[in-house]
């Protein structure tokens, strides 16, 4: 007599209207499906929407698995089809630097614009294996390319490129043929391309190893706690930029970097706190400003990095916001 695995009965149980078994099935896959979400959607606030709605999908339809494909692959065709009908209701994500060019001159008092859907930043572990494998297609940059595709062609890639699905696999979840997904697969990468750096984070990270990254990142938080230009601008690239969803503006260069910094974060911000995270498996700092050193200093922004081979820093996107300090388990408040 052949044994019932422990997921085969949980999963007979779910069925049954068991609760508790559906949650046990769920466990062990509910964090990759809500990197796919967020894969999709490019928001963490919006893949936990999507998660959810999904998942009371796949519990209100559990009694109609019949288990002919993997329990996740049948869980990634739920999630993928509820981010679908998300991405036609509320279109895609975006940063500043795809919407115009690069401000020429510092802009001060900048009022956010409240019209553009913004793409967010990704918490992710700070286990190094799970940042180089796992979390491997969620950087800043790759994400922020998916969101200029159209919904079909964003599931495809991350189906069949990421996840490892078959075009027939991705046919039928889809609901049209092997050939529309081939299709839909090589619009979708001659997109990526183009809009995507050739190497990713992950192997520069990988090359420089974590004592490096670390370097940089403490040089960074120092710079900005002291007011420390010069400290700042040594860490820098030449064409360096820096964006701050949700101001619309942006900075490209190193001059127009530091001429914006000395005229706002190291200027008009009093004082500094800074905390290390990991977003989108790139090193990435949380920062409160407060109006002395001795006052209660208040979530403002987290800062993801790009560094380039060097281990300067190529690129930093500021998602300012108190709830994006907080999605990192962060409080509002540092006193």
Do not use: K
């Not at 997921?7 to 069925?15: H, I, K, N, P």
């Not at 698995?65 to 994500?93: H, K, N, P, Q």
């Not at 001429?259 to 800074?274: D, G, H, I, K, Y």
């Amino acid at each position: 007599m052949s044994e019932v695995s422990p997921e085969r009965d949980d999963l007979a149980l779910a069925r049954a209207g068991d609760g508790a078994a559906f949650t046990r099935l769920l466990a062990p896959l509910r964090r990759e499906l809500h990197a796919h979400c967020y894969r999709m959607l490019g928001s963490a606030h919006d893949a936990d929407d999507a998660l959810q709605e999904a998942l009371l999908r796949a519990w209100r339809g559990i009694d109609r698995f019949e288990g002919r494909s993997s329990l996740r692959g049948w869980l990634y065709t739920v999630a993928t089809r509820t981010c679908l009908d998300a991405v036609e209701r509320r279109g895609r994500r975006a940063l500043p630097v795809d919407l115009g060019p690069a401000s020429t001159r510092v802009v001060l008092d900048g009022r956010p614009d409240t019209e553009t859907a913004w793409l967010g930043p990704y918490p992710t572990p700070e286990d190094p294996a799970e940042r180089y494998e796992r979390y491997e297609a969620v950087e800043l940059a790759f994400v922020a390319a998916l969101q200029q595709l159209p919904g079909n062609q964003r599931a495809a890639l991350l189906l069949f490129d990421v996840l490892g699905f078959t075009a027939a696999e991705i046919a039928a979840l889809m609901d049209t043929t092997p050939g529309s997904v081939n299709s839909a697969l090589a619009r979708a990468r001659r997109h990526l391309a183009t809009a995507a750096p050739a190497a990713g984070q992950q192997h520069v990270l990988r090359t420089l190893g974590d004592a490096r990254v670390r370097e940089t990142v403490a040089a960074y938080r120092t710079a900005l706690e002291r007011g420390d230009a010069d400290g700042l601008v040594a860490l820098l690239t030449e064409d360096v930029t820096w964006a701050m969803p949700p101001l619309p503006h942006w900075y490209r260069g190193r001059d127009a970097v530091m001429e914006f910094a000395v005229a706002v974060p190291l200027t008009r911000c009093p004082s500094w706190r800074t905390v290390p995270v990991s977003a989108n498996s790139q090193p990435a700092v949380a920062c409160y400003v407060g109006t002395s050193d001795a006052a209660v200093h208040t979530a403002w922004s987290v800062t993801v990095l790009d560094l380039a081979a060097d281990g300067r820093i190529a690129a930093l996107t500021s998602f300012l916001g108190a709830e994006h300090v907080t999605a990192f388990g962060l409080p509002e408040q540092w006193a």
